[in-house]
């Protein structure tokens, strides 16, 4: 069992248990379903999910690395995806790019899968000044800016699924500092940097809650605050919308 996959059981645990979680990322699923291009005729993906995202996008297909129950749908590796070409409206992530070690790999089979102005849809860490001194202290992650990414890189074999790649900047990096060339095939459409003291402050999946569930609202409305106030500062997570050209 690859250490993503022990990972993802764990936190569907958890998930199921700490209510504030589910109430915290169906926030970033109604996020990711009103960037959604529309076309009932094809699919859309999500790559690693957990399966909860179905309780906001009922439609969408949901994969993982392994599928060992029915809360995946399809077993699926971002670095050689099984669908078709043009055959997908949307690709969703949450919390996975900054899992990957080859993001032109991955790029280039989400651009063969998706149709002509197909999304890839995702909520990835941002790198605020207050938000990535929290992350370097409390997450298990890294932030990785001292990572040196081979952008380019397209491994001559596909990589082991037991070996475990975190950078947490890596979307920052990517698509706020432009280090990742997206050579006309993809368009950046949004990146919505936000505070989320909501989520900083439930403990994630690591930590118990700092907050009980009846004060989030009061501070989703902290967090639009703060959002308008700066994001250099204060921005913990980001939208992002790719959409293929």
């Known amino acids: ?13 958890l ?19 009103q960037n959604l291009k529309k076309n009932k005729n094809l699919q859309t993906l999500e790559i690693g999910s957990s399966g909860f995202i179905k309780e906001i996008i ?10 060992k129950d029915n809360i995946i749908d399809v077993q699926e590796n971002i670095y050689e995806l099984s669908q078709k070409d043009n055959s997908l409206s949307n690709i969703i992530m949450v919390d996975i790019f900054h899992h990957l070690e080859f993001p032109r790999l991955a790029l280039n089979n989400m651009y063969r899968t998706l149709e002509h102005g ?28 001292n990572f040196r990414i081979n952008w380019e890189k397209i491994p001559d ?12 900047s890596i979307p920052w990096r990517a698509f706020i500092k432009k280090e990742l060339n997206l050579y006309n095939k993809f368009t950046i459409k949004k990146v919505y940097q936000f505070s989320d003291f909501a989520y900083l402050g439930s403990g ?6 700092f907050y009980p569930k009846k004060f989030y609202n009061f501070i989703k409305s902290l967090d639009g605050i703060l959002t308008k106030v700066s994001n250099k500062i204060f921005a913990a997570r980001m939208l992002i919308v790719l959409e293929k050209i």
């Open 157 to 168: 074999e596909l990589f082991d699924q037991s070996k475990y790649f975190a950078a947490q």
């Open 58 to 67: 009922p439609e969408c297909v949901t994969s993982n690395l392994e599928k």
């Open 15 to 33: 998930y199921k248990k700490k209510n504030l979680l589910k109430l915290i990322y169906n926030n970033y699923f109604n996020l990711i379903k």
């Open 204 to 209: 994630g999946f690591s930590y118990r809650s």
């Open 1 to 13: 069992m690859n250490k993503h996959y022990e990972l993802d059981l764990k936190n569907r645990k």
């Open 118 to 145: 197909g999304r890839v849809i995702m909520v990835e860490p941002s790198m605020g000044l207050i938000p990535r001194i929290v992350y370097k202290l409390f997450h298990h992650e890294p932030n990785g800016f």
